[in-house]
């Protein structure tokens, strides 16, 4: 059975950094699109990264220029570094894979646990 495990979450103060690392186990036979979402309270879960398997890379603009998106394929590992944190940062952040594993015949698209980070002097 597939799982997507997330860590790196916590407390940090304003204008500090997080590193994000969500890890994919089980039978994989190719992972394409690795992703990160966040949801803070009250509010709908939104996209904040994309990363393809061709390691192009597309963010919201609310992050554009303060987090990274990369990934470790030999490791089926995707990280968010972010930087310059803001208390709007703060939310449960969800990492997203697209799997192509022997228990389906296509890709199908599966949700970590989920984060949280909390950005607050």
């Known amino acids: 059975q597939l799982h997507l495990v997330e860590s790196g979450g916590g407390l940090v103060q304003p204008g500090g950094s997080l590193r994000l690392s969500c890890a994919a186990s089980g039978s994989i036979f190719s992972i394409y699109n690795m992703g990160w979402y966040r949801q803070a309270p009250g509010k709908q879960r939104e996209w904040v990264a994309v990363i393809t398997s061709a390691f192009s890379t597309n963010y919201a603009d609310s992050v554009k220029g303060r987090f990274t998106i990369s990934r470790d394929n030999a490791k089926n590992t995707v990280y968010l570094q972010m930087n310059s944190l803001k208390p709007e940062d703060t939310a449960v952040y969800y990492c997203?894979?697209?799997?192509?594993?022997?228990?389906?015949?296509?890709?199908?698209?599966?949700w970590g646990q989920g984060t949280q980070v909390t950005v607050s002097s």
């Open positions: 997203q894979a697209y799997i192509h594993s022997p228990d389906s015949s296509i890709p199908q698209g599966y």
